[in-house]
């Protein structure tokens, strides 16, 4: 084998690049994100939200691009919150094989408890868990792993939630004052993989582009 590409979690990119390099084999990874959605007070709120509930939903969460941390100006925080939250209830989680669902079943039950730990992780940090939360049963979610799409609210950043990637349909809301806190924030965890921002000024857009740690940036668009 001359090369291996993988796509997958950190760690099992790091035991591969490992044994890649007893040969000086060839080796192309992309591996885990936690990625941030930045939410600046001069976006486009109804594009921001509906863009937001997309990219981190979209695949039950199952992205290593999923834009698992939002963070929103301060003076759109309220209104972004009570919208985003609004949106997400009103998806439909079912059969992927029913046009109307939005949202299947995670990959494996094994991901299940996973999920519960991230969850206990939020309660105790004192984040709010404004929506989902919880393992879905009866009826067609007794044929699958299905998790309630979740929001949660108020959480430090040091939690893990904020953290570590999760790779389900979880999703962590934060607020920010200003452009430097927005940048610290963003640039808070061990990833690198992708960012959006959502912003109707070209210079602040630079601004983020050069300043997020990330090797893709999306500018009002998933």
Known sequence: VNKISFTGGTDTGRAIMRECAND???????????SPAIVCEDANLN?????????????????????????????????????????TKALVVGDPLDKATHIGSLAHASRLPVMQKFIEAA??????????????????Y??????APTVIADLPE????????IFGPIVVIGKFANDDEAL??????????????????MPR??????????????LNTP
């Open 47 to 87: 594009d921001a939200v509906l863009s937001s509930v997309y990219t981190i939903f979209y695949g039950a969460g199952q992205s290593c691009d999923a834009r698992s941390r939002i963070y929103v100006h301060e003076k759109l925080y309220d209104a972004f919150l009570e919208k985003f939250v609004a949106a």
């Open 123 to 140: 309660k105790q940090g004192g984040g709010k868990i404004l929506c989902g939360g919880v393992q879905l049963k009866g009826g067609i």
């Open 158 to 165: 040091d939690n893990l939630c904020v953290q570590e990637e």
């Open 24 to 34: 000086m084999k060839r080796v192309m990874l992309e591996l885990g994100g936690k």
């Open 142 to 147: 007794d044929k699958g792993c299905y998790f």
């Open 205 to 218: 857009a630079q601004k983020f582009i050069r300043g997020l740690h990330s090797g893709i940036v999306t």
């Open 184 to 201: 610290t924030k963003a640039n808070g965890v061990k990833y690198g993989l992708c960012a959006t921002l959502y912003t109707e000024s």
